[in-house]
């Protein structure tokens, strides 16, 4: 039998009156203080660390890209080959927002080694020079605001109506003529305040921090970042309060709700985290190196080596050379054929590399789908990848990071075949005792080299993260229209009386 | 004592955690060793191909050689692979293997380019962690046991019995710890059974390293206890016990070791890594450009045998070629050893701090069991590095001499193999 509550409030002033109710409790039971406190020293300690740490790797980064292009550019004359060995060195810049969510940056490489006929991996990951001591992450901002708040906003809400039915308090809000409606969505205005004012100190010293650290420079691309990482991470606080407050809707005790809510906590943010990357490599097998290498080896063989003087793909190009300028050896071209090979030889290997990483990354893709859609049950892994990918350190901004650096390497590496083709003669092309009595190849002036392109790195925006984190974009979605639409099917409820 | 031992089984089993906990708890070791497995074996499976692979780079490169070819120049561009096979432990313990490289090709260059690539690896599967038994045994285990025991002292309390207990013949904290024991012996049994099952299935030997394995969980879970205990002796309610236990749980084993290693990269940040790149490739470069007297000169330091033998002046020789990339060793070589000093201070310092968080202390214990933690590595890269200079002993030679590639028995080099 259900009975009709009498309008006495409004729903919307009633649903804040429960809120706030809900929030004056918790304050009394001194459970927002001691959170409050937790949140805040572990938030300002994340920050201030991190904030050192990224401040201290992309001063050291930028101080030594900028020693590398000091060296390129005052190189003495050199053979071009010389200098297309000498290459470039690369070094990866720190996430915009990688001291608030440090995402994968660990677990990559930080220089990268640009050169002639070959693609090298990025060197020099922390995870490889680490003693890893617990792999749920460096201390950041983002653990502790996406691993452990969601387990105390779960069991806070857990026990936000259960509390209420074992204090016998239920029925008397019932015959105040609070409804489901009210009662649901007050509890989880309610806990969103609790969060708010425990999240509070937090913020003010964090955003404090940041705003003395005068290093960041706050372009518009890194606010909508800012404000995209805050959105996200408020979609995940909603839905873990809506999870919490459904959960302790719909069982009887708080003993048993908060056991409901830990053990999801358990297998969704420990459990799951783990057991899907090892389902996803047992399904979708990473080569080793040295496999993927010999493969690209095995490919530029096929395409042609240049090694090899009695290569068809080569000698192809040696005939139609001839035949396009009309003379009958090499060495009466009008340009250093030696060059061309090299040119050539390039195109190959670049083509094969490329084939081959094109696969890889898209095992890496396939690997990576397993744990976004897992996002679909699990609020931690639709936050995360989505975290992550506005951070800018993801998997797709590394990627992107080192498309620009090869793509670098390759113009760099052909403008200067084009100078060996074009500015050293055939004849001085060989090893004679001409410099500073060591042997040499003829060398070109210094002055070709500075006229070469300089690399920086363009970093995306924020618009083209969320293009490549879509999966991520809908799991996250579906987080918050699942767990407030579970919320508000709770809500339609009615009283039920019990005899 | 067996009645009683009897009877708190029957309180124990006759719940559904117990049964449920253990089941899922079987069920995640399995889980593991397969995982494991799938890791360690398909490493295993790459090393098996790597004297195949090497041998077919040298035959592409070798055997269209004219007659006319030096051996000098074919060492620019043959790879010798290396091997770091895995101990038997292993698949058990996953640790840094999955980050550090263990099938390094190198060339007779300078080294210290060669030694710092990791392999290939989706670096947001690797950052979220391995579920190898570790993983089961560091984290999942002390959940298990906070589950059965969270409310040892607090139960009875709730339940009204415990003033029924003191009244019994046998002193209540007997009742007590036997149920202590009974429930750890619970999470630890299981351990030892996925151990057997990873001794049979692997064929792991049963030795001082299993034992050692199988008591330092035992020990480990006995840190989880004398916590629980201590919780327990606060006498507060069972879901206060719960939450504070949870608190320990996140502290010890995600929170704790998070602080330790930021702390350990905070302290020690290592700059020498990008500094040693810059030296290397300045180094060797830089030699191009300067005399052959300084560059050799450089060379007969480390190789004063050669000193010695003529090296032409006027022409290309692959002698000045391989001087010039002692060059570029010899100037990382000073930034290699601090980077070398950094890293394994920084190694002491999280194995000095880990000791006060029992989880990453095991941790740290068990990937020096198994051989896959960073002093592992630095032995395999230790082997590397012996093994080049091996190389290059043999090669000198024939690079000395211009010997004629023909001339050369190219299977009789150095090879490589390396165990944990």
Same mark, same amino acid.
Request: proline share 5%; net charge neutral.
């Given at each position: 039998?259900?009975?009709?509550?009498?309008?006495?409030?409004?729903?919307?002033?009633?649903?804040?009156?429960?809120?706030?109710?809900?929030?004056?409790?918790?304050?009394?039971?001194?459970?927002?203080?001691?959170?409050?406190?937790?949140?805040?020293?572990?938030?300002?300690?994340?920050?201030?660390?991190?904030?050192?740490?990224?401040?201290?790797?992309?001063?050291?980064?930028?101080?030594?890209?900028?020693?590398?292009?000091?060296?390129?550019? +005052?190189?003495?004359?050199?053979?071009?080959?010389?200098?297309?060995?000498?290459?470039?060195?690369?070094?990866?810049?720190?996430?915009?927002?990688?001291?608030?969510?440090?995402?994968?940056? +660990?677990?990559?490489?930080?220089?990268?080694?640009?050169?002639?006929?070959?693609?090298?991996?990025?060197?020099?990951?922390?995870?490889?020079?680490?003693?890893?001591?617990?792999?749920?992450?460096?201390?950041?901002?983002?653990?502790?605001?996406?691993?452990?708040?969601?387990?105390?906003?779960?069991?806070?809400?857990?026990? +936000?109506?259960?509390?209420?039915?074992?204090?016998?308090?239920?029925?008397?809000?019932?015959?105040?003529?609070?409804?489901?409606?009210?009662?649901?969505?007050?509890?989880?205005?309610?806990?969103?305040?609790?969060?708010?004012?425990?999240?509070?100190?937090?913020?003010?010293?964090?955003?404090?921090?940041?705003?003395?650290?005068?290093?960041?420079?706050?372009?518009?691309?890194?606010?909508? !970042?800012?404000?995209?990482?805050?959105?996200?991470?408020?979609?995940?606080?909603?839905?873990?309060?809506?999870?919490?407050?459904?959960?302790?809707?719909?069982?009887?005790?708080?003993?048993?709700?908060?056991?409901?809510?830990?053990?999801?906590?358990?297998?969704?943010?420990?459990?799951?985290? $783990?057991?899907?990357?090892?389902?996803?490599?047992?399904?979708?097998?990473?080569?080793?190196?040295?496999?993927?290498?010999?493969?690209?080896?095995? !490919?530029?063989?096929?395409?042609?080596?240049?090694?090899?003087?009695?290569?068809?793909?080569?000698?192809?190009? $040696?005939?139609?050379?001839?035949?396009?300028?009309?003379? +009958?050896?090499?060495?009466?071209?009008?340009?250093?054929?030696?060059?061309?090979?090299?040119?050539?030889?390039?195109?190959?290997?670049?083509?094969?590399?490329?084939?081959?990483?094109?696969?890889?990354?898209?095992?890496?893709?396939?690997?990576?789908?397993?744990?976004?859609?897992?996002?679909?049950?699990?609020?931690?892994?639709?936050? $995360?990848? #989505?975290?992550?990918?506005?951070?800018?350190?993801? #998997?797709?901004?590394?990627?992107?990071?080192?498309?620009?650096?090869?793509?670098?390497?390759?113009?760099?590496?052909?403008?200067?075949?084009?100078?060996?083709?074009?500015?050293?003669?055939?004849?001085?092309?060989?090893?004679?005792?001409?410099?500073?009595?060591?042997?040499?190849?003829?060398?070109?002036?210094?002055?070709?080299?500075?006229?070469?392109?300089?690399?920086?790195?363009?970093?995306?925006? #924020?618009?083209?993260?969320?293009?490549?984190?879509?999966?991520?974009?809908?799991?996250?979605?579906?987080?918050?229209?699942?767990?407030?639409?579970?919320?508000?099917?709770?809500?339609?409820?009615?009283?039920?009386?019990?005899? | 004592?067996?009645?009683?031992?009897?009877?708190?089984?029957?309180?124990?089993?006759?719940?559904?955690?117990?049964?449920?906990?253990?089941?899922?708890?079987?069920?995640?070791?399995? *889980?593991?060793?397969?995982?494991?497995?799938?890791?360690?074996?398909?490493?295993?499976?790459?090393?098996?191909?790597?004297?195949?692979?090497?041998?077919?780079?040298?035959?592409?490169?070798?055997?269209?050689?004219?007659?006319?070819?030096?051996?000098?120049?074919?060492?620019?561009?043959?790879?010798?692979?290396?091997?770091?096979?895995?101990?038997?432990?292993?698949?058990?313990?996953?640790?840094?293997?999955?980050?550090?490289?263990?099938?390094?090709?190198?060339?007779?260059?300078?080294?210290?380019?060669?030694?710092?690539?990791?392999?290939?690896?989706?670096?947001?599967?690797?950052?979220?962690?391995?579920?190898?038994?570790?993983?089961?045994?560091?984290?999942?285990?002390?959940?298990?046991?906070?589950?059965?025991?969270?409310?040892?002292?607090?139960?009875?309390?709730?339940?009204?019995?415990?003033?029924?207990?003191?009244?019994?013949?046998?002193?209540?904290?007997?009742?007590?710890?036997?149920?202590?024991?009974? !429930?750890?012996?619970?999470?630890?049994?299981?351990?030892?059974?996925?151990?057997?099952?990873?001794?049979?299935?692997?064929?792991?030997?049963?030795?001082?390293?299993?034992?050692?394995?199988?008591?330092?969980?035992?020990?480990?879970?006995?840190?989880?206890?004398?916590?629980?205990?201590?919780?327990?002796?606060?006498?507060?309610?069972?879901?206060?016990?719960?939450?504070?236990?949870?608190?320990?749980?996140? *502290?010890?084993?995600?929170?704790?070791?998070?602080?330790?290693?930021?702390?350990?990269?905070?302290?020690?940040?290592?700059?020498?890594?990008?500094?040693?790149?810059?030296?290397?490739?300045?180094?060797?470069?830089?030699?191009?450009?300067?005399?052959?007297?300084?560059?050799?000169?450089?060379?007969?330091?480390?190789?004063?045998?050669?000193?010695?033998?003529?090296?032409?002046?006027?022409?290309?020789?692959?002698?000045?070629?391989?001087?010039?990339?002692?060059?570029?060793?010899?100037?990382?070589?000073?930034?290699?050893?601090?980077?070398?000093?950094?890293?394994?201070?920084?190694?002491?310092?999280?194995? !000095?701090?880990?000791?006060?968080?029992?989880?990453?202390?095991?941790?740290?214990?068990?990937? $020096?069991?198994?051989?896959?933690?960073?002093?592992?590595?630095?032995?395999?890269?230790?082997?590397?590095?012996?093994?080049?200079?091996?190389?290059?002993?043999?090669?000198?030679?024939?690079?000395?001499?211009?010997?004629?590639?023909?001339?050369?028995?190219?299977?009789? *080099?150095?090879?490589?193999?390396?165990?944990?």
């Amino acid at each position: 039998m259900t009975t009709a509550p009498p309008r006495a409030l409004g729903t919307w002033p009633a649903i804040r009156a429960m809120a706030r109710q809900e929030l004056r409790l918790a304050w009394r039971s001194r459970v927002i203080p001691a959170l409050g406190a937790v949140m805040a020293a572990l938030c300002l300690t994340a920050a201030v660390v991190s904030t050192a740490r990224h401040r201290a790797d992309a001063s050291q980064r930028m101080r030594y890209q900028d020693v590398v292009g000091q060296q390129f550019a +005052s190189q003495p004359d050199r053979h071009p080959h010389r200098v297309s060995h000498y290459g470039y060195l690369v070094f990866r810049p720190r996430a915009p927002l990688g001291f608030l969510d440090p995402g994968i940056e +660990s677990f990559t490489g930080s220089s990268l080694f640009l050169e002639a006929h070959r693609q090298n991996l990025p060197t020099f990951s922390s995870a490889s020079q680490g003693s890893s001591t617990e792999r749920f992450g460096e201390l950041s901002v983002s653990l502790v605001l996406q691993f452990l708040l969601p387990l105390f906003v779960l069991a806070l809400a857990a026990v +936000s109506i259960t509390r209420e039915r074992e204090d016998g308090t239920l029925p008397l809000l019932s015959t105040q003529g609070a409804s489901w409606l009210v009662l649901v969505w007050g509890k989880l205005l309610g806990q969103l305040l609790i969060v708010g004012v425990v999240l509070l100190p937090a913020l003010v010293l964090c955003a404090a921090w940041l705003a003395a650290d005068s290093a960041t420079a706050w372009t518009p691309d890194l606010r909508q !970042r800012m404000a995209a990482l805050l959105a996200t991470q408020l979609g995940l606080v909603v839905a873990c309060a809506a999870i919490g407050v459904t959960v302790s809707a719909r069982i009887a005790t708080s003993r048993q709700a908060l056991m409901a809510v830990l053990s999801l906590w358990f297998l969704v943010w420990v459990v799951l985290p $783990r057991a899907l990357p090892a389902a996803a490599t047992a399904a979708h097998p990473t080569p080793a190196r040295a496999s993927f290498e010999s493969d690209v080896e095995a !490919r530029v063989r096929e395409l042609g080596d240049s090694h090899n003087p009695d290569d068809p793909s080569f000698r192809r190009l $040696r005939e139609e050379t001839l035949a396009r300028y009309g003379v +009958s050896g090499v060495d009466e071209l009008p340009f250093n054929y030696g060059g061309l090979v090299m040119k050539e030889g390039e195109a190959h290997t670049s083509a094969a590399y490329q084939q081959h990483l094109s696969t890889l990354v898209d095992t890496y893709r396939r690997q990576e789908r397993w744990v976004q859609w897992a996002g679909l049950i699990s609020p931690y892994l639709a936050t $995360r990848p #989505l975290s992550m990918a506005i951070a800018g350190s993801d #998997l797709a901004h590394q990627l992107e990071f080192e498309r620009q650096a090869e793509a670098y390497r390759y113009t760099l590496i052909q403008a200067l075949n084009d100078l060996h083709m074009n500015e050293v003669a055939a004849a001085a092309d060989r090893y004679d005792g001409s410099f500073n009595g060591a042997p040499s190849r003829q060398r070109i002036d210094r002055a070709f080299f500075e006229d070469l392109p300089e690399f920086s790195y363009v970093g995306p925006d #924020l618009r083209w993260a969320m293009a490549q984190q879509q999966i991520g974009v809908w799991c996250f979605v579906w987080m918050l229209v699942a767990s407030l639409g579970a919320l508000g099917i709770t809500s339609r409820r009615r009283w039920q009386v019990r005899s | 004592m067996q009645r009683r031992l009897r009877l708190e089984w029957a309180l124990l089993w006759r719940g559904t955690a117990a049964p449920l906990g253990l089941a899922l708890f079987l069920i995640a070791g399995l *889980f593991a060793l397969r995982h494991g497995n799938t890791v360690v074996g398909r490493q295993e499976a790459e090393l098996a191909g790597s004297q195949g692979r090497q041998a077919t780079q040298q035959s592409h490169i070798l055997a269209p050689l004219p007659a006319s070819a030096i051996a000098g120049d074919q060492f620019y561009y043959l790879e010798y692979h290396t091997e770091r096979h895995p101990s038997p432990w292993a698949r058990l313990v996953i640790g840094q293997r999955d980050v550090q490289a263990f099938n390094l090709k190198i060339r007779l260059l300078a080294l210290q380019g060669q030694l710092y690539a990791s392999d290939l690896g989706h670096p947001l599967l690797a950052s979220l962690g391995q579920f190898d038994l570790t993983f089961v045994i560091v984290v999942l285990a002390p959940l298990l046991l906070i589950a059965l025991t969270y409310n040892l002292w607090s139960g009875e309390a709730e339940l009204g019995t415990w003033l029924l207990l003191q009244a019994q013949p046998v002193a209540p904290w007997r009742v007590l710890a036997l149920r202590a024991a009974l !429930r750890t012996a619970l999470v630890w049994l299981p351990i030892v059974a996925l151990l057997l099952v990873a001794v049979v299935v692997f064929s792991l030997p049963l030795d001082v390293t299993w034992v050692g394995i199988a008591l330092a969980s035992a020990g480990y879970l006995m840190a989880w206890l004398a916590a629980v205990w201590l919780v327990a002796a606060w006498r507060r309610p069972s879901d206060v016990n719960m939450l504070v236990l949870l608190g320990v749980w996140v *502290f010890w084993t995600a929170l704790g070791p998070a602080l330790v290693s930021v702390g350990a990269a905070g302290r020690f940040p290592l700059p020498e890594a990008l500094e040693l790149t810059v030296l290397q490739r300045q180094g060797y470069h830089g030699a191009w450009d300067e005399p052959l007297p300084v560059v050799m000169q450089v060379f007969y330091e480390r190789y004063p045998e050669w000193r010695g033998h003529e090296v032409p002046t006027g022409r290309y020789s692959n002698a000045w070629y391989y001087a010039m990339q002692e060059r570029g060793d010899a100037a990382a070589r000073e930034a290699a050893a601090r980077y070398r000093r950094s890293l394994e201070a920084r190694d002491q310092w999280v194995q !000095r701090v880990s000791w006060l968080l029992p989880p990453a202390a095991l941790q740290q214990w068990l990937m $020096r069991q198994a051989r896959t933690d960073l002093q592992a590595h630095l032995a395999y890269l230790d082997s590397v590095a012996a093994y080049h200079e091996a190389l290059k002993r043999a090669a000198f030679p024939m690079i000395f001499d211009d010997r004629p590639a023909s001339s050369v028995d190219w299977s009789a *080099f150095p090879t490589h193999r390396h165990v944990d």
